[in-house]
């Protein structure tokens, strides 16, 4: 830290985009895939349970007798599935990584601007704020639930 400390603005600003910011940012976007990834994974668990049940519901009409004793169980398995997928919140968390990204990135591009060390100041407590701003709303989520 010292090293860093003792080296010019131009090198600290350097330094700080490619280990704080661009971290962050591969952070949020990789968290984004995931979640929309997570999502998908789970929509179709959900379609495959439910024709499942469909099918098991009209087994004896399709000649696969004794079938239809799996309706309640699958139909109590895809409401667990759904129970999951509203609890894990794929949906949001993609939107708000995304966002999250997005607005990261917009503040790398304000580096350029940063000419003094009070605003280079400006600039660590301008991004830092949006690092912590996506996790103050995760955290006010959680809350809410």
């Not at 600290?12 to 929309?36: E, F, G, H, L, T």
């Not at 790398?108 to 103050?136: I, Q």
Request: proline share 1%.
């Amino acid at each position: 830290m010292l090293d860093i400390r003792g080296l010019g603005l131009r090198e600290r600003i350097a330094y700080y985009i490619a280990n704080r910011v661009d971290d962050q940012r591969r952070w949020y976007a990789r968290k984004s895939v995931w979640n929309r990834r997570m999502l998908h994974v789970w929509v179709a668990i959900t379609i495959v349970i439910y024709v499942a049940a469909a099918l098991s519901l009209y087994s004896d009409e399709l000649g696969y007798s004794g079938l239809s004793r799996l309706f309640d169980p699958l139909i109590v398995l895809v409401t667990s599935v759904l129970g999951w997928v509203q609890m894990k919140r794929h949906s949001e968390l993609v939107a708000s990584y995304n966002l999250a990204a997005h607005e990261i990135g917009l503040i790398k591009g304000n580096a350029e601007s940063v000419k003094t060390e009070s605003e280079f100041s400006d600039f660590v407590n301008e991004a830092e704020l949006a690092f912590s701003r996506e996790h103050t709303q995760w955290v006010a989520r959680k809350d809410a639930t």
